[in-house]
């Protein structure tokens, strides 16, 4: 068994530079206010508005750096305070997912697709995948360990080059499991 760490993601946004703009100004510069598992990633001190059919969340972190498109990834209970469907995918595969308004300090984007629920998976280097017998998409079983230990199935494996190894979770799946900082799961292949 492979035992790994596990890093809990909170609802968040992925802004390309385009849509950063217009929601901050141009070359508005973004604070880091904390690293995260994946090398260059970070949290930024700025966070934005999104809204739905039904609701509004306040107070939804930028993650740094931009990206080619812009994303919400919510956990599946903020689908009832927004009142959307928002698919549970990858967070490249966009395609027909849930509309979105996102609300800024300087203007306000409306996204027609770009909504999610980010499936689980594992980030690890092509070594790591080769030393451990995994394959890049690859679907597997992990057990974490605990009081509450449970195994999730369906988690994707992604690896490259530019990842470090940590499986995400959100917070939904880490609540339910009782996972705290620095928890850990074993790989069941």
Known sequence: MVRIPISISNRHIHLSEADANTLFGTGYPFKEIKKLSQPG?????????????????????????????????????DTYKLGVQAPIRESWDLEGSWAITIKGPKGEIQLNQGLIVAQRHIHLSVAEAKDFNLKNWQIVSVKTVGERAVIFENVIIRAGDAYALDMHLDMDEANAAALWAGARGEILA
Do not use: D, H, Y
């Open 41 to 77: 990633q970070f949290a930024c001190e700025e966070t934005l508005t999104i809204k739905g059919p039904k609701g509004e969340i306040n107070g939804v972190r930028i993650l740094w750096p931009f990206r080619k498109f812009t994303q919400v990834e919510i956990l599946q209970s």
